[in-house]
Each structure stands twice: as structure tokens, then as C-alpha cells.
């Protein structure tokens, strides 16, 4: 059994100069303001729009990010409906092949030290998990008969694709205090991350 960390990748390169650039010139078609651009006006432009509400603006660019997580975490993502997904499936995944080394991974819960007996009890019961998965495949189930033992820990590999709008959305559910905390693990880093790549669109989300 291999244990990793929770993780993510975004997919889709981001200008975040550009991005700005493309909803301002999109955003001005509803005021016939197009005359107003200039090389500095998209961010003040885009700010306005947020602020207002009007972000049907912002649903005009889209982009892909790939999470590493677990099922647990994954059914949480999938919930975000106006956004298109494509996911490690447990069905036609056999990890007893040597493409997945022979085994199971898991993505290690961090809020438990490696030391502690709440981590060690869990370590328990993946590995638990791990045998009887390999114990039924042996038996001559098939992976997508055997997966019914596989635990919520399971790594699996999800992207993510939706507009801006709606990225917005996941952040302020997925990202806020309230949220599981495998699911800030990844959600907040992510939201940092692309307030660096792309200021203006996220910066009134808090990650706290």
C-alpha cells in the first residue's frame, strides 16, 4: 500500500493579464463601451463586474485543474454541476497490475501526525481494506466488482473544468471554514494560488 498527499495541477496555462483582457473586451458589449479600453482598464473593468454581480461576464473563460484526492473528497467536486469532469475510475482501474505497482493508494488524512494512534489506527484499516480487495479479485471478482471493499481514502485523480463563474462558486463552498478539511487542503491552495495567476477574479474570496 502506498500513502501520498492531496494534491493539484492546473491543466490550462493562465495569463492572468489576458484573462482580464478577454471578459473586459466580452463585458463591454453590454454598454457599448469598447471605446473605453485602454492597456491598464481591464482590471478596474472586471472588478466593476464582480462587484455589481454581473458575472455572466466572467462564465466566458474556462479552465482545468486535476485534483489528487480521495473518493471521500472527490464526491464533493462532482456536486458542482455547471462544470465537466473526468475521474480515475474504480471500475476499469485493476490495481493488483503492475501499473499501479500492485497496490492501493491512499491519500494520507493530515490532520492525524504519522505517529499518532488515530493515523496508526487508519493505517490499520486501509491495509485492511488493501487485502480484501486483493482477496476478492483472487477469489475471480472482477475490479469493478472487487472496488465494493475499496475505503473512502482511495486516491483517485479528478479534473475539474468549469468557468469562472462557477470556480468562484466552488471557492466560496470549498474554500471557506466550514468546508471538510481534506477538501480546504486542496480548495485553498488552489485559490491562492490562482490569485496570484489571475488577480481581481478571486480576490474578494477569503480562505479562512
Not at 495569463?15 to 482598464?41: F, M, N
Not at 454581473?54 to 454541476?81: L, N, P, T, W
Not at 455547471?82 to 494520507?108: H, L, M, P, W
Amino acid at each position: 500500500m502506498r500513502i501520498v498527499s492531496a494534491g493539484y495541477e492546473i491543466l490550462t496555462p493562465i495569463d492572468g493579464a489576458q484573462v482580464l483582457r478577454h471578459i473586459e473586451r466580452i463585458g463591454r458589449v453590454c454598454y457599448k463601451s469598447e471605446d473605453k479600453i485602454t492597456p491598464e482598464s481591464a482590471p478596474a473593468f472586471v472588478k466593476m463586474l464582480i462587484a455589481r454581480g454581473h458575472e455572466a461576464m466572467i462564465e466566458h473563460y474556462s479552465f482545468s485543474v486535476k485534483f489528487i484526492c480521495d473518493r471521500g473528497v472527490s464526491h464533493e467536486i462532482v456536486r458542482h454541476r455547471i462544470a465537466s469532469f473526468a475521474q480515475e475510475s474504480t471500475r476499469y482501474c485493476n490495481y493488483s497490475k503492475d501499473k499501479y505497482g500492485g497496490e492501493i493508494t491512499v491519500i494520507a488524512p493530515f490532520f492525524w501526525p504519522d505517529e499518532s494512534e488515530q493515523f496508526l489506527r487508519w493505517r490499520e484499516g486501509m491495509e485492511s481494506a488493501e487485502r480484501a480487495y486483493f482477496a476478492l479479485l483472487a477469489a475471480g471478482a472482477t475490479a469493478q466488482e472487487a472496488r465494493a471493499a475499496l475505503p473512502s481514502s482511495l486516491k483517485t485523480e479528478l479534473v475539474m473544468t468549469a468557468n469562472l463563474r462557477e470556480w468562484r462558486h466552488f471557492f466560496k463552498l470549498r474554500a471557506a471554514s466550514a468546508a471538510h478539511p481534506q477538501m480546504r487542503e486542496v480548495a485553498a491552495a488552489l485559490l491562492e494560488e490562482l490569485k496570484t495567476l489571475m488577480p481581481v477574479v478571486f480576490d474578494d474570496i477569503a480562505t479562512a
